[in-house]
């Protein structure tokens, strides 16, 4: 092929693509109304599951320490003397596949005016409460499960003459992670379900956009236009519906991230915790935009595909 002949096409396909995007933008303007409402249902379809993602990721970003889910808290008993308390702990760090932190009473009621921000508590008593704690962290091996690890060191301290209370506080946190994986499980079935939704609304919309112009079309085919030229507004109509509606679910994203910060802020600070809410990055918020866009391009051609093969059958068009 001449160069000419690859230039008279390469004009050809460009005067083709123009007609056709400036073409779906005057569909899309001419009922303004029905377009508003179909965007509006997919953003909404499209912010369900990017809300619940941006929610699982905040939450992942919590410090949930997984290095110390094994840990055993051993109180013992008020009367322990401290060469008791020693022993034990030694007992521990040789005998077992375990390492013992030893906390003192006096320790333990800094920690607690520290963390409280009660200072006068101590002056509540006559002597201190307290009991001698030792915190016990297990070492894990790859080919080692926690929990019967840990039920194993649990049964062993509740031997030992000084301990008055075992307490393990890991199964709660197994069961947080394991409640973000169904979450995060979720999420994926959510995002399969309302893709689908999002197809099947685009292929509607298209729908009743080709029935709509069933006149024009039949004129386009008479004249000679072919299958591709009369599809391709329809086409880049699907892609506007499909982009313009994950920009109003990152829209509605974004307003419901600052909208919540100032109040979670409040509740964590009354804690003394300081947490930054975070939404999207610009790389994520591009693949969304790129994904509705695309999404919407599949729902048109579905359903352009079929409902201008049923125009064929009907004899509107032309039989080709």
């Known amino acids: 092929m001449s160069v000419a002949g690859s230039r008279r096409r390469l004009r050809g396909w460009a005067r083709r693509q123009m007609y056709s995007f400036f073409s779906s933008i ?29 929610t699982l990721s905040n ?18 008993r008020n009367d322990t003397a401290t060469e008791d308390a020693k022993r034990l702990a030694e007992a521990v760090n040789t005998g077992t596949e375990a390492t013992a932190t030893l ?9 607690f005016i520290h ?40 049964s062993w301290l509740e031997e030992q003459p000084p301990v008055d209370l075992v307490q393990v506080d890991y199964k709660w946190l197994q069961r947080l992670s394991g409640l973000l994986d169904l979450g995060r499980a979720f999420v994926s079935v959510l995002t399969a379900i309302f893709s689908l939704a999002v197809v099947v609304v685009v292929a509607n919309t298209i729908r009743l956009d080709v029935a709509n112009r069933a006149e024009e079309i039949q004129v386009l085919s008479l004249v000679g236009a072919s299958d591709r030229f009369i599809r391709l507004p329809f086409l880049y109509g699907g892609f506007w519906y499909g982009l313009l509606g994950a920009l109003l679910a990152l829209g509605l994203l974004s307003l419901s991230v600052f909208y919540l910060h100032g109040p979670l802020q409040h509740l964590l600070q009354s804690y003394g915790e300081s947490f930054r809410l975070k939404g999207l990055d610009g790389n994520e918020a591009l693949i969304i935009l790129l994904t509705g866009g695309l999404l919407g391009l599949g729902g048109a051609w579905i359903s352009v595909q079929r409902h201008l093969r049923r125009l064929r059958t009907d004899g509107i068009l032309g039989r080709r």
């Open 26 to 54: 005057g569909a899309l303007l001419s009922h303004r109304v029905g377009t508003l409402m179909t965007v509006l249902v997919l953003g909404v379809a499209m912010a369900l599951p990017l809300g619940l993602h941006v």
């Open 115 to 154: 963390s409280s921000g009660f200072a006068q508590a101590q002056e509540l008593f006559e002597e201190n409460p307290l009991p001698w704690v030792v915190l016990v962290t297990p070492r894990i091996t790859e080919q080692q499960e926690l929990g019967a690890v840990v039920s194993g060191l649990v």
């Open 103 to 111: 906390i003192s009473p006096e320790q333990g009621m800094e920690e």
């Open 59 to 76: 939450l992942e970003g919590l410090d949930l320490q997984e290095e110390e889910w094994g840990a055993i808290t051993v109180f013992l």
